[in-house]
């Protein structure tokens, strides 16, 4: 009860400011951007946690790893108790962290709610935009990621804009736990609490790279070196009941991302499955070649995955709205 009573306070205190920073006047236009460092800090905690340690935190959080470490101090100082547990032995958070870090997360969506709501009460945008994205969408044309946030900065200048790429179930984590506005990834299995919404098909094909036995193999000959090939397994929304191509996947070699994939193709060792806007490049450069296409393929939907429990706030739906007029296809 005494974390949640801490929350509550910090939440209170972010609410206080919001609205004096909102409604008071000034000469220019107010920003939401509201710099509470007890947020902060909970933003960086919650980091900290998705990352799994404060060493794999420092790309994300663009800072070093003594600083956040110095952050994490400060917060279990200022709530009076130890989030988790740091050292040789590695990363572990304790039951107090771990209940902090769930209350963390609804506090955080709350005030980024709050903050959209507000705004949009003045007809303006502003606000965190925060897009989970699975990695490799960039390559395909017909991605309208970039259009959408062009579309949103000629709206309004006082918006915030934080991508993760990360891998498919990811994207559909960080949306559900409020951490990201909206995804943009691939699913065929999906989580209650989410909206799907098809925006194009995504084609795959199985490719092998130069210097492996089929690049130079007829289709006619290669039934013995596809049966002996060695296929990359992955978790990225590829596995073998979506493909039922029959071959057989030895677990030599696994990736959980597109450029891992490629990677192990390049090595002339294996094959697999890419994306084609994606495999395009190295096919161009004669270094990639689809494997029997007409049998070796199969589509996946692309979809922008949104939360049912905060889609309707006007930084939500205008995010919404800018990707669905940015993706050609895209439907209800």
Not at 122 to 127: A, D, E, Y
Not at 255 to 275: N, V
Not at 289 to 303: L, M, T
């Amino acid at each position: 009860m005494m974390i949640y009573a801490s929350l509550r306070l910090l939440f209170y205190k972010y609410i206080i400011i919001v609205i004096h920073s909102e409604f008071t006047e000034q000469k220019s236009e107010p920003q939401m951007q509201v710099q509470d460092l007890d947020l902060r800090l909970l933003r960086i905690f919650a980091t900290i946690v998705e990352c799994g340690g404060l060493s794999a935190a420092e790309s994300r959080l663009n800072i070093g790893r003594s600083t956040i470490s110095t952050h994490l101090s400060d917060l279990e100082v200022r709530l009076g108790m130890t989030l988790c547990k740091r050292g040789r032995s590695g990363f572990e958070l304790t039951d107090a962290g771990r209940v902090t870090y769930q209350a963390s997360l609804q506090l955080l969506q709350q005030c980024d709610t709050f903050a959209a709501t507000v705004a949009g009460s003045k007809h303006t945008l502003s606000g965190r935009v925060t897009i989970a994205i699975v990695d490799t969408l960039i390559s395909d044309p017909r991605c309208g990621v970039a259009k959408a946030i062009a579309a949103l900065k000629n709206k309004s200048s006082n918006l915030q804009f934080d991508i993760h790429v990360c891998e498919a179930r990811e994207v559909e984590t960080a949306v559900a736990n409020g951490r990201s506005l909206v995804g943009i990834g691939v699913s065929r299995h999906h989580i209650r609490g989410l909206h799907y919404q098809p925006l194009h098909p995504e084609t795959n094909y199985l490719y092998c790279a130069s210097g492996h036995p089929l690049f130079d193999c007829a289709a006619k000959d290669s039934s013995k070196l596809l049966a002996q090939a060695e296929v990359i397994t992955s978790n990225y929304m590829r596995d073998k009941e979506i493909r039922n191509d029959g071959l057989n996947y030895q677990n030599s070699a696994s990736a959980y991302h597109d450029e891992g994939i490629a990677h192990l193709i390049l090595s002339g060792k294996f094959i697999g499955y890419l994306p084609e806007h994606y495999a395009s490049y190295w096919v161009e450069k004669g270094l990639f070649r689809a494997i029997q296409p007409e049998k070796y393929s199969y589509q996946i939907p692309v979809v922008l995955i949104t939360s049912k429990s905060n889609s309707s706030s006007p930084l939500a739906q205008a995010m919404i709205s800018a990707l669905q007029n940015s993706s050609p296809g895209s439907s209800e």
